[in-house]
């Protein structure tokens, strides 16, 4: 495996700091499997575009078994996709909840658990996790309880 080009699976690059992942690992020639809702194709060969939604357990599946099947390897997954919805607590909707419990923890998990699974069959590989910094440093005028208790969970896990 020392000479193949490596690959790096991305979550949420739609825009952001997951559209410069993206080109950062390209800038480093790997190859990228990018996954998000709104992903638009990329005219590179060596960015395979896998719409849909990370809280789908299938979109992570796709993820994983179309990298395989296009790239032979997963040596890198940078969960980064997240949603963030500033509300004071109370004011947060069953549907509000749902949707930042299901990209911040399920879709981690999701694409986590299938990514691992494969890198541990070829004995390598590494995962990032992109939080948010309202985790440890949180901003009176910003209302951020879910996204807090969500990616903070993650933190830790991290740390």
């Given at each position: 495996?020392?000479?193949?080009?490596?690959?790096?699976?991305?979550?949420?690059?739609?825009?952001?700091?997951?559209a410069?992942?993206?080109?950062?690992?390209?800038?480093?020639?790997y190859?990228?499997v990018a996954?998000a809702?709104?992903?638009?194709?990329?005219?590179?060969a060596?960015?395979?575009?896998v719409?849909?939604?990370?809280?789908?357990?299938?979109?992570?599946?796709?993820a994983?078994?179309?990298?395989?099947?296009?790239?032979?390897r997963?040596?890198?997954l940078?969960n980064?996709?997240?949603i963030f919805i500033?509300?004071?607590?109370?004011?947060?909707?069953?549907?509000?909840?749902?949707?930042?419990?299901g990209v911040n923890?399920?879709g981690?998990?999701n694409?986590t658990?299938l990514?691992?699974?494969e890198?541990?069959k070829?004995?390598?590989?590494?995962?990032?996790?992109?939080?948010?910094s309202?985790v440890?440093?949180?901003?009176?005028g910003?209302p951020?309880?879910?996204a807090?208790?969500?990616?903070?969970?993650?933190?830790?896990?991290?740390?």
């Amino acid at each position: 495996m020392g000479i193949e080009q490596k690959v790096a699976v991305i979550t949420g690059p739609s825009q952001g700091i997951g559209a410069a992942l993206v080109k950062a690992y390209r800038d480093r020639n790997y190859r990228v499997v990018a996954t998000a809702r709104s992903v638009k194709p990329l005219s590179d060969a060596d960015v395979l575009v896998v719409p849909g939604d990370i809280a789908d357990r299938k979109t992570a599946e796709r993820a994983i078994s179309e990298g395989m099947v296009r790239f032979g390897r997963i040596d890198t997954l940078v969960n980064n996709a997240g949603i963030f919805i500033a509300k004071p607590f109370t004011q947060y909707t069953e549907a509000d909840y749902a949707a930042i419990l299901g990209v911040n923890l399920t879709g981690f998990f999701n694409i986590t658990q299938l990514a691992i699974a494969e890198m541990e069959k070829q004995g390598s590989g590494h995962v990032a996790q992109i939080n948010t910094s309202l985790v440890d440093n949180a901003i009176a005028g910003v209302p951020s309880v879910l996204a807090s208790l969500t990616k903070g969970g993650l933190w830790v896990a991290n740390s």
